[in-house]
């Protein structure tokens, strides 16, 4: 067999000289050229003749064409199993090429927008990789992209609820996410100091990378956002999300705002109003984030467990979920994001570490409620995100360090 390293007595002898059915030495054979056994066979069908009017001279002359036939077809009727399986391998190298044009078609049709942000800390030059995930509403000037399409935003035309430092270890066993809540006061470029999320409102996608680069002091080298409705299509794709809602809230905001302790599965509209929902949740905008993790860690546990990324319809819905509600950078390429995801194929929800940026107190100006920042803690933590080494702030802090609790702790 190819590839074995060693002669072996199967090896096919493709060539017609070197085969067992060879006509003779050294004389190749053409089937389908002219006087060949084909050739022949057809010719005589051509004239008439008749099996019963043929001489003991024609027959044998049959007998030698029938010896003659081709060496490759007499080999595959000898080795029938291996031809078979090779004719499997060719089946599948055909699907794998299929599939891989279909991954990069999905993944073209990913809108991608300039982000022309100024006054940028270094980018880590030790493997490591930070992006900002944003959760964005498309509101009513169209989506995000074309919103940019003509190069300038127009202020007020989308807002982002969510804000979220996902750091990627050199090593890529690891993801830290650092949630930044929305109502955080900071200073917006052009703007004094206002809330962090209204830094996506006024300048879109490139102001919310510049406004939290300065707050966090890292580098985002990706950006990734994701339309609202992308967390009702992604528990929709994976059959329903399972959570566990640790006590009744109301949120007042209209039918479906109720939840009963329990689990419950998250589908459609129900898994969008799960990740929105703050009102009547007892820690407001805090409560509503470690919602938003509890999502994202069942999300990816309940995605590995069901066997989705090797269920080719699950994995068809899953994609087709994601690429349909995304907008990155321009500088994210197809190749960039199908080697990031080969780069995290082993990681679990246990190799997930949620945090939330810390604050010092809550206050109104005229910003309006506003969630004043611990700055020195701050910069401990994404200190400690840069150096790969989340768990020692954890550590550090203990329950006071903002980290997601257990399944059954989150309201």
Do not use: C
Request: no cysteine; proline share 5%.
């Amino acid at each position: 067999m190819p590839g074995t390293g060693r002669p072996s007595s199967a090896e096919p002898d493709l060539s017609p000289s070197g085969a067992d059915d060879a006509p003779g030495p050294g004389r190749e054979v053409d089937p389908w050229a002219e006087g060949g056994p084909i050739s022949r066979r057809s010719s005589s069908h051509r004239s008439g003749r008749s099996r019963s009017g043929r001489s003991r001279s024609g027959r044998s002359r049959s007998r030698r064409s029938r010896s003659r036939r081709t060496p490759a077809r007499s080999w595959m009727r000898r080795h029938k199993a291996l031809t078979a399986f090779l004719a499997l391998v060719g089946i599948i190298l055909v699907a794998v090429v299929g599939a891989a044009w279909w991954l990069n078609t999905q993944l073209g049709s990913i809108p991608r927008v300039e982000i022309d942000a100024t006054n940028r800390p270094a980018a880590p030059t030790d493997g490591s990789m930070n992006l900002l995930l944003a959760g964005a509403d498309n509101g009513d000037a169209g989506t995000i992209a074309q919103e940019l399409a003509d190069g300038s935003w127009t202020p007020g035309s989308h807002r982002s609820d969510t804000l979220i430092v996902l750091h990627l270890t050199a090593d890529r066993k690891h993801a830290y996410l650092v949630s930044i809540p929305r109502d955080t006061y900071v200073p917006v470029s052009g703007h004094g100091e206002q809330k962090i999320n209204a830094a996506f409102s006024y300048g879109g996608p490139s102001l919310a990378v510049q406004t939290v680069e300065q707050f966090t002091g890292l580098r985002m080298q990706h950006t990734a956002i994701i339309d609202w409705t992308g967390f009702r299509d992604l528990a929709t794709a994976l059959g329903g999300v399972q959570v566990y809602i640790s006590e009744a809230t109301s949120s007042q905001q209209g039918a479906g705002g109720e939840w009963k302790p329990g689990y419950t599965t998250l589908k459609g509209d129900r898994a969008l109003r799960y990740v929105r929902t703050r009102y009547g949740l007892k820690n407001g905008d805090y409560d509503r984030i470690q919602r938003q993790q509890n999502f994202l860690r069942a999300a990816l546990s309940q995605s590995a467990s069901r066997g989705t990324l090797t269920d080719p319809v699950r994995f068809r819905n899953l994609l087709r979920a994601i690429t349909g509600n995304l907008t990155v950078d321009s500088g994210l390429t197809n190749g960039d994001i199908r080697r990031l995801a080969w780069s995290l194929r082993g990681l679990r929800a246990d190799d997930l570490s949620f945090v939330t940026a810390p604050m010092k107190r809550f206050a109104t100006n005229a910003a309006g409620a506003v969630i004043i920042p611990d700055v020195a803690r701050t910069k401990e933590l994404f200190g400690d995100v840069r150096a790969d080494r989340l768990d020692a702030y954890i550590e550090k802090y203990g329950a006071d360090a903002g980290t997601l609790n257990p399944e059954k702790g989150v309201r």
